[in-house]
């Protein structure tokens, strides 16, 4: 043969040709083997794989809250797949795939001669599943004309070192875990959850086929957007199953004639359970992981690390806790609105004009040298179809940004906050109605004045100072200085002449009384006091405080009040137990903060809470029991603010604390009347259904039929006196209930007063 070469030119020529191809193609295969296109991964990199993965938020019993992530991802081991599963994969992507080494030759020889010579696109193709998890892995890289050639050779050198360094176990396991799904989701656990809403372990067959027929065309079979298109690649599985043997023709057609269900999970940052609570957990873990360097010394990442952050939160509990607020607030964004008619404050011109000012319409049209007015008349004529929020579902309506703006001011928010006393554990934590529509977090953003919510701490000051429970004050107006007058508002058939001890009077919150307390007291002692029960934000120290002109947070109110139930101790609502990465090993671990010292005697706090159940009982939270009928052990405190501007309720359950707090966005945007804006209208009914709701559920027994501790003889003594009394003869002849008295100064009282007036401090 060689001869016949040497003697023939022509036989030269076409050998030199194929010598010269060969040699080329060599040259380039080794330019590709040893890194010219960019460096191929050697067999050490392979062993240490390592991809993207999303760091899963758990709640406190372990199911899935939500995720951080660029690509959705959750690994899993070859235990966890089903074999129905392994054999969908196999009959589909590769039926040789337990037979090659990574490179399918026959598949490549068909490739070859039917599609590239014959064009036939149906023969198939040539790709392995060792070689889609190179792609998987790696990506691809433009390399202009050049680029499919130079991928494809450097996925086949990373395929053939795959299949030497792991089992065909461990390949099908890495495959599932990274290979790309619909919307954005990376490997069969993560696909698993969020289209069937069960780990990839649950699958059946006909959805395990879904999963494996994305694969083709991640999009185009996408089931959540093209169902039927989506159906049939499933049944062209389920075929290729039975034609390899995998199911029977029997099993192969039940399968085909089920229809397709999916239960879709998508764990959108904006939607989903508890996306406040999963934002202000973003912000804490990016803190925290800055603290905490890997083996490598550098930062954890939480899109890219696969952590494991495992939290206090409740995930029944705060399923119930949102139906309850968004129950109650469509009804009370009805009567909102409906109380206002046509002449609601959102189309205040003013306050549109400032709300118009924080968007970039109005910065674009300033730049253009417009008016303020200029801008409101050109925002009020550019009609447009706008998707805004309601409940129920979205609007859709030709509008204008004016229209836009002022249908978002009208809208009333909501918080809600549940943590456990004697931790500080956060069970529950509801930020607003809304979060794609409303970002702003009302547990963890916002202050807002807390009305008579604060008037517990006003009474315990009281207490501590060593005023008795029986000690009784007059309903009258008192003039202070500066000339502020707080009446009682909502109560015009009050009898002026009448007086309350302090149990009656916090649990009817009178204002007029809680003001005397807290002077009698002193403000200092009073802000010592807040101080004491874990409160931090700096507080005005002016008489008004006592009605709660302070602005604090819900977790601050919150752990002021779990001092009721936890010995007089205040516990720090937290929210993160432990951070683990991907392999379960610890990284962080975090305790209850709850070391200070008691706030008050164990005394007065069963006085306090005694008051506090009066509330429920028979005061301003009483429709707990007449209305929604709850029977449970609860005490409690209604609030509302100046102008109906807050409504508040704390709810004490023996193992639980609430905070609720209902109003608009813009405090300058109150409710028009108090029977609509009072705290027990406004904020109790949330609590009230989040209870019947936790009533409903056995699991919750241990919370919902917990009972407080008998008060002790002491207690119960010091409480025993009458409500209220009324003023003597005398006294009544020579007071004028319409005209308000003058704050007293401290003098000596004469002997009459001295005589007649021991028990009566006002």
């Known amino acids: 043969m060689l001869k016949r070469i040497k003697e023939s030119p022509r036989l030269k020529w076409v050998a030199g040709i194929f010598l010269g191809v060969l040699s080329i193609f060599l040259l380039f295969y080794l330019s590709i083997y040893f890194g010219l296109f960019g460096k191929i991964p050697n067999s050490s990199q392979l062993k240490e794989l390592k991809q993207n993965e999303a760091t899963q938020v758990l709640s406190s019993t372990g199911e899935l809250i939500g995720k951080y992530y660029i690509f959705d991802r959750q690994p899993i081991t070859y235990d966890q797949l089903p074999q129905h599963l392994i054999d969908a994969l196999i009959a589909t992507e590769d039926v040789r795939f337990y037979e090659h080494d990574g490179i399918d030759n026959r598949s490549l020889l068909r490739v070859f001669f039917k599609t590239l010579l014959l064009q036939d696109r149906s023969s198939g193709g040539g790709s392995t599943i060792s070689l889609q998890l190179a792609k998987n892995l790696y990506g691809r890289k433009d390399f202009g004309p050049l680029g499919i050639v130079v991928n494809k050779v450097q996925e086949a050198i990373i395929a053939k070192r795959l299949e030497d360094i792991y089992s065909k176990k461990e390949i099908l396991t890495l495959y599932l875990n990274t290979v790309p799904f619909s919307d954005n989701t990376f490997g069969i656990e993560a696909a698993a959850v969020k289209f069937f809403d069960k780990h990839a372990s649950e699958l059946e067959l006909e959805e395990a086929a879904v999963l494996v027929g994305m694969l083709k065309a991640s999009h185009y079979f996408n089931p959540r957007i093209f169902p039927e298109r989506s159906r049939l690649r499933r049944d062209v599985v389920l075929v290729q199953m039975e034609k390899y043997g995998y199911l029977t023709p029997q099993r192969a057609e039940e399968a085909k004639l089920k229809e397709l269900q999916l239960t879709y999970q998508g764990y959108s940052h904006d939607q989903g359970l508890a996306p406040y609570f999963r934002e202000q957990l973003r912000k804490d873990l990016v803190a925290i992981l800055d603290t905490l360097p890997n083996k490598n010394g550098d930062k954890y990442n939480i899109y890219k690390d696969g952590l494991i952050v495992h939290t206090t939160l409740d995930h029944q509990m705060q399923e119930i806790a949102e139906e309850a607020m968004r129950t109650h607030m469509s009804k009370l964004q009805e009567a909102h609105e409906r109380s206002y008619g046509n002449s609601g404050p959102w189309k205040n011109e003013n306050l549109l004009l400032e709300a118009v000012k924080k968007t970039e319409h109005y910065k674009r049209l300033q730049k253009e040298g417009l008016e303020d007015r200029e801008i409101l008349e050109r925002l009020d004529r550019e009609e447009r179809e706008i998707e805004l929020f309601n409940y129920g579902e979205d609007l859709v309506i030709k509008g204008t940004t004016l229209d836009s703006i002022a249908h978002y001011l009208k809208f009333l928010n909501a918080g809600f906050l549940a943590v456990e006393p004697t931790t500080g554990a956060v069970k529950t934590w509801v930020g607003g109605i809304d979060f794609e529509h409303f970002k702003y977090d009302h547990v963890s953003q916002s202050k807002r004045q807390v009305g008579s919510t604060f008037k517990p701490i006003v009474y315990t000051a009281a207490l501590e100072s060593g005023m008795e429970p029986c ?292």
């Open 471 to 762: 000690t009784y004050f007059s309903l009258n107006e008192v003039t202070y200085k500066g000339g502020w007058t707080p009446g009682n508002s909502g109560q015009p058939e009050e009898d002026p002449y009448i007086n309350y001890n302090l149990q009656t009077a916090l649990s009817r919150s009178i204002n007029t009384i809680a003001v005397k307390v807290l002077m009698q007291t002193g403000i200092s002692n009073v802000l010592k006091q807040a101080r004491k029960m874990g409160i931090t934000t700096e507080l005005p120290a002016v008489p008004s405080i006592a009605l709660g002109t302070a602005e604090l947070s819900l977790r601050e109110v919150a752990k002021a009040y779990t001092t009721y139930l936890n010995s007089g101790k205040p516990s720090t609502p937290y929210y993160i137990t432990r951070i683990e990465d991907g392999r379960g090993n610890l990284l962080a671990e975090f305790e209850p903060q709850n070391n200070s010292a008691p706030a008050f005697s164990n005394t007065n706090r069963q006085v306090m809470l005694e008051m506090m159940k009066s509330t429920v009982n028979e005061g301003t939270a009483v429709r707990l029991r007449t209305i929604y009928g709850l029977k449970n052990d609860i005490a409690g405190k209604t609030g509302t603010t100046q102008s109906n501007k807050d409504g508040w309720f704390v709810g004490l359950l023996p193992n639980l604390v609430t905070v609720t707090w209902v109003g608009a966005d813009d405090h300058r945007i109150g409710f028009r009347s108090t029977s609509i804006g009072q705290g027990a209208n406004s904020a109790l009914p949330i609590f009230a259904l989040f209870l019947q709701e936790l009533n409903s559920q056995e699991e919750y027994k241990e919370i919902t039929s917990s009972r407080f501790t008998a008060p002790s003889a002491t207690v119960v003594s010091s409480l025993d006196c009458e409500p209220e009394k009324r003023d003597g003869f005398f006294k009544r002849l020579f007071t004028n209930p319409d005209k308000p008295q003058k704050e007293e100064k401290k003098e000596k009282k004469g002997f009459f007063k001295r005589l007649f007036g021991k028990k009566d401090k006002n």
